[in-house]
Nanobody, 123 residues
């Protein structure tokens, strides 16, 4: 069992930055691949980024490559999403997710979800 709690969302102007955090609990956190997803109003939830259990590999959606960085600190049971050069189209609820395998997380198959944190980017 893994519990996930996101924080760090808020309102920012276009071009600004935010860092999201996802605090996890549970014995399997440090051996789980992790991911970030987002859902904008009226749209389906979409993949944003993923990271392997040891941080050795990452994967990003094309729309955020070069602007977002996912990282993790297993000693703190925390995963981060650094978001730079934010655009109005990045506005969404961002969800942290935990899965068993890296490829399954990238594919959207995850075992656990956080409650989400709102990110709003004004133009």
């Amino acid at each position: 069992q893994v519990q996930l709690v996101e924080s760090g969302g808020g309102l920012v102007q276009a071009g600004g930055s935010l860092r999201l955090s996802c605090a996890g609990s549970g014995r399997t956190f440090s051996i789980s691949a992790m991911g970030w997803f987002r859902q904008a109003p009226g749209k389906e939830r979409e993949f944003v980024a993923a990271i392997t259990w040891d941080g050795g590999d990452t994967n990003y959606a094309d729309s955020v490559k070069g602007r977002f960085t996912i990282s993790r600190d297993n000693a703190k049971n925390t995963v981060y999403l650094q978001m730079n050069s934010l655009k109005p189209e990045d506005t969404a609820v961002y969800y942290c997710a935990a899965g068993g395998g890296f490829k399954t997380v990238v594919g959207g198959t995850v075992g656990y979800w956080g409650q989400g944190t709102q990110v709003t980017v004004s133009s």
